[in-house]
């Protein structure tokens, strides 16, 4: 596995510029593995384009400029389109995923190289009692979680291959349940001990920092202290903190507040995912979220984010239940929806007067603002319909549709929500400081999650900006675009030697038609892939020629900086 090295910023510049001073071919180099001629070259440093020409060498750029008469073993005319450091997804949801289909095809036709996952939940540690908890989706994709630790996911990544790079968090969900479980209550000190080791493993066997999802179970039963704990552990070893913050709707300053302080008392780099106000109510909202970050960064505090450019997210159905209800895990909750009492209470909750700080289901305003992907294939049928539809199919009130789906399907449901105004998400959009994620795992019209649910995200984040947003409303302008996709990512979880056309820079390469590049995946049709990205390279092969995904699969687990390599 490669490891990422940790640096200043400042060291990071540095490094830049002296690949730079490698310098442009002059005609004299090679002969070169693979010559790119002619393209418009945006390197994802947000300069300007221009025309010129990349070579490679094995896994790396070896050239970029005019390159004269240089030979290379393959050379490829790539006028009229634009040659651009591979894609870098701020926050996936592949790790297991890949491990079932490793083309990872959703992602690879957007023209993503590098995925970084772990959103509070990770692919360690685990436990036998975590790996059981697991056993459904282990037996319905055929899949063995072989591993305990993040050495032992990398080791089967390996020999599963991959056609994308890998990165990962290691999730403070995923330790405390590991250590605390399902309960809420807070960790003892002995347990809390036991949490911060965990996570000073993970980062010496590769994570790139520490991660929350603290607006789900169990997560949200931990306070603030707990988590600045984990997090100065994962500083230690040159982490960031990415975060899914407690709330993203009428409490969104107050979890603001609690990022701010995190980052601060654990003096560590924040990150906050998929950034977002939710909740018709609180529409209009995002140029105060943004002032509250940029007075924050103004402040002292390194603080970023990312976002997906839709107007709904994803997550379990399950998650509209009041928190509360969750406590001791999905037969918990379950047990809690059979009983009628504790049932008629959660209905009157869901059914009490709208307020700023509603979530998910009451955040709709409406059943017919929730779409519905069952896991069992005894539910497939309602597959893609909105809660509305399946409610008036069983002539049955949407709330007790939606608590018998839950209990139906074991709490694995999984559900989008349309929860986000446009002029919001174009605010976010046209912040520097604002990458992009899909928040999705990598699937396939053809593969094993073909005739499963998925948000649109997991096909079109990328390029529906380029298409979309950059070529036909003109919201940024493309450097911008491709820096917020490659760069500025890359630098977040020090990736020092991606992100950018640079000599020295490992080939992740993505060539894409400015002028057809669009997204294709909809709501209604998510299994569609976008179109126009036509070349994409990872480590220097080809993993998509003209549109067409090829058998090469070079993808790796990228280790983070505080990486320890033992015999």
Not at 56 to 69: C, F, Q, T
Not at 94 to 107: A, F, M, Q
Request: charged share 20%; proline share 5%.
């Amino acid at each position: 596995m490669e490891k990422v090295s940790a640096r200043s910023h400042a060291a990071c510049l540095l490094l830049i510029a002296l690949a730079a001073c490698a310098g442009p071919g002059d005609g004299r180099g090679g002969p070169y593995d693979l010559i790119l001629r002619g393209g418009s070259i945006v390197d994802g440093s947000g300069n300007p384009r221009f025309v010129g020409d990349v070579a490679i060498s094995g896994d790396r750029i070896a050239a970029v400029g005019y390159l004269g008469s240089a030979t290379a073993r393959e050379t490829l005319d790539v006028s009229g389109l634009v040659v651009a450091p591979g894609f870098i997804d701020m926050l996936g949801q592949s790790e297991g995923n890949v491990l079932i289909d490793n083309r990872v095809l959703s992602k690879v036709s957007q023209g993503v190289t590098t995925e970084i996952t772990g959103e509070g939940g990770s692919v360690a540690p685990l436990t036998d009692l975590l790996v059981a908890d697991d056993s459904a989706w282990m037996k319905r994709y055929g899949i063995q979680e072989d591993w305990r630790d993040l050495n032992g996911y990398f080791t089967h990544l390996t020999r599963t291959r991959s056609a994308v790079n890998i990165a990962t968090f290691v999730g403070a969900t995923q330790v405390r349940m590991a250590v605390v479980g399902k309960q809420d209550r807070h960790a003892t000190p002995e347990e809390l001990a036991h949490m911060v080791a965990l996570v000073d493993t993970a980062m010496e066997q590769g994570a790139v920092g520490l991660s929350t999802s603290i607006e789900y179970a169990p997560a949200f039963y931990a306070p603030t202290e707990e988590i600045v704990a984990l997090a100065k552990a994962a500083r230690r070893h040159g982490g960031v903190y990415a975060t899914h913050m407690r709330n993203e709707g009428g409490q969104i300053d107050q979890a603001l507040d609690e990022t701010f302080r995190i980052a601060r008392e654990a003096a560590i780099p924040a990150e906050i995912w998929h950034l977002k106000v939710s909740g018709r109510r609180n529409w209009g909202r995002m140029p105060h979220v943004l002032a509250r970050i940029d007075s924050a960064r103004a402040a002292g505090l390194d603080v970023t984010a990312d976002q997906y450019p839709y107007l709904a997210g994803a997550t379990s159905l399950d998650a509209s239940v009041p928190a509360w209800a969750h406590s001791g895990g999905n037969d918990s909750l379950i047990a809690r929806l059979r009983d009628p009492a504790t049932r008629a209470r959660l209905r009157a909750e869901l059914l009490a007067p709208p307020q700023a700080t509603d979530r998910f289901y009451r955040a709709t305003e409406g059943p017919q603002g929730v779409i519905v992907f069952p896991f069992e294939d005894s539910l497939h049928y309602l597959q893609g319909k909105r809660l509305s539809e399946i409610a008036a199919l069983r002539h049955q009130d949407p709330i007790e549709t939606m608590f018998d789906l839950v209990i139906a399907d074991h709490a694995r449901s999984g559900a989008i929500y349309f929860l986000m105004s446009e002029p919001d998400v174009q605010a976010a959009m046209q912040q520097w400081w604002v990458g992009v994620n899909t928040d999705a795992g990598g699937v396939a019209p053809d593969g094993p999650f073909g005739k499963d649910g998925t948000h649109p995200r997991a096909y079109g984040s990328f390029t529906r900006i380029l298409g979309h947003y950059v070529r036909d409303q003109h919201l940024m302008g493309l450097e911008f675009a491709v820096r917020k996709m490659t760069s500025l990512a890359a630098q977040r979880v020090g990736l020092e030697d991606r992100g950018l056309v640079r000599p020295g820079m490992y080939a992740d390469i993505t060539v894409f038609d400015p002028r057809t590049v669009s997204d294709r995946a909809t709501f209604e049709q998510p299994h569609q892939p976008s179109v126009g990205i036509e070349y994409v390279f990872v480590n220097g092969q080809a993993v998509l020629r003209h549109g067409r995904m090829t058998d090469a699969r070079p993808g790796r687990g990228l280790r983070g900086p505080g990486y320890i390599r033992r015999q």
